[in-house]
């Protein structure tokens, strides 16, 4: 991704003008990790990084729902993102449920090549040690002063990035670079299908020990692009108190199976709620889950197509799927 | 005279220690590292650095305070007489294998939870049944800085017990007469002058590891600098990527907000403590839908300033080990080193 980073800078400084605060990448507290970058100033692009750890989802930062007047951008302001394949969908899905205005967006696209998770990388090298990262397209070698190791992308991506059905970005003002193909024979489902193919009681004890863990500091609810019912939610309403005050794995088990309900063909499962998670708990997977049941149903994925009504948004009085 | 222990028979002391403490270490429980409930035989983890502080197991993140009853006599329906038992949690417990950071993050709770002030007693009765033994740290972490706040990675004076690994060893110096009581005198060996220094070399390699992002200066200058600094434009812009979210309160070893609520069933119930987040957009939700601390700025900006300002200047510490968990767990980098030394030098 390196290759087009001069593009997206050239591409930021043209459009910079017409926005109050263009959103991307920067670099993060070590050379494993980026950050996401608000920039303001022309002298801030050269601030600008693409690398092979931008896996934030910038879409969280639209919703003018979630994040009140006064934390940086105002309501009506235009705003600059770039965004890759995956995350377009949260935003293709936004614009289906009338949450932002595609006025108010101006969006570079651009090709993906899949980002590395950090995780999968602890058991190969000291991850606290490395002072040099290479990378290409098929490889990365990290260096500590001790030791090298080099590792092939496949073993280390994302796992929504092993097999990435959407890695040129939906929908775009600009795109830059040269389109990817997408990867053949893609199961979108396919961690799902995992799951089920386990008995209904090592499922629920599954699930179980996942709760348990759960400290309920609503890392996956806030970092989601989709969930923008602010002090509404059901995990912040005192009265009714839907979810007890309690951090257990009963009380987390209401918290995130309505939750999934509530994201049920609108999440875009852009794994944001999983990766932010500090107890590393898959808890994509519930709304996966409800995703894969509307598929199978009416045959709808979210966040492809700007133009259907979610079925969450509708219904008819005949289904003739139910 | 310190003690050694070879690595293979560590089980063994811990499940001699479980037979009559209840038992924390530090162990891997599925992609995650945690100081959790130990286990006789449980493989522990003394090389992670756990993913929670160590104040979950003397300020749990949810705690039964007390239980009540209400009792009803059908002959007299007006009167209703209440019962109410409350929590006494003095379990003799050992908290093994954490590092000086986290006990440091155990010495500020004292200072908050039983202080001159204000004396909690759930706090103070597990405090005062529990015994610590700390690791001198030789994992530091890219994000630790223990030593620019005051810390040590490789001494721990208000533990019990200090143990540094040499290869396959570990050199175990009692701090306190209660600590030297944990050590089984079967499983431990002498040491000898070489092993005491070689101990001495394990520690001076550690230190020399560890970054220092920034130059402090006296508490009450930076109390002063933070305060000076409330009204900057940097805030919003530092936290611009933030989520709101829990994850730098829960994991951090001195963050203590709480929130209490009234569990009722029918005619009985419990009272609960459980840990808040001043960075939740409803921690400060007041009942007539004013929220002083409306926007994300604003609370990171109290979170930060309570801990380099209002603790110095109420109680005369600092509110923060250098343990990087915040930095480490934040999913969006926001990187509180980067925040102090630009507050420290504006
Ligand atoms: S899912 Fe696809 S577009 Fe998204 S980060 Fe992975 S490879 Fe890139
Ligand atoms: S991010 Fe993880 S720990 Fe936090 S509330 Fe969600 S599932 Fe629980
Ligand atoms: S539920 Fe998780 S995967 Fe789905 S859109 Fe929200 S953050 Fe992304
Ligand atoms: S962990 Fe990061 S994103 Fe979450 S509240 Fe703290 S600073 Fe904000
Ligand atoms: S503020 Fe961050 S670095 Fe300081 S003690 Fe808390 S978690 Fe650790």
Redesign the interface.
Known sequence: MKDILAELKKKAAEILPEVSYFICYGSGFDLLHSAPLFVKDKGDIDRLVLNRFCIHNLTSYLPPQKWPPGWLLEPGEKIGLVLKGCDSRSVIHLLAEKAILRSRVIIIGLPCWGMIDVNKLRNRIDINRINRVEQDKESIMLFTDANEVSADIKDILYDKCINCQYPNTLISDHFIGAKKEPDKGVQPFGKVLELERMSLLERSAFWDKEFARCIRCKACRNVCPVCYCQNNCLLDTRVPHWIKERVDANSNRWYHLIRAFHLAGRCTECGECARVCPMRIPINLLAMKMNSELFELFGFRSGIDVNIKPPLMTFQLEEDKL | MPKAIMQDKLNDWLDSIASKYQLWAPQD????CLLSPYTPGAPVNLKCRP??SAKKALFP??ECLLKYQYHKDKSKPEETELSISAANPNQKTVIWGIAPCDVSGISFFENVFIGAGYQDTYFKTRRSNTLIAAIACQ?????CFCEAVGGSPVSAPDADLLLTRIDHEYVVEALTNEGATLIDEGLFTTVEEAKLNAMQQVKEAALSKLSKPFELGSLPSVADKFLKAFESPYW??AT??C?????CT??CPTCYCF?I?D?AQGMHGQR?R??D?CM???YT?EASGHNPR????QRYRNRLSHKFSYLITNNNVLGCTGCGRC???C?????L?SIISHILAE
Do not use: M, Y
């Open positions: 429980k599925d992609g995650a993913q929670l993140q949810t994992h530091a972490e890219s994000t919003k812009e611009a990527a989520l709101s979210c829990g994850i829960f994991v929130n609520t569990e609960l459980c840990w987040a939740f957009s409803t939700l409306n926007i994300k700025f930095i480490k767990e999913p969006v980098g926001i990187d080193r």
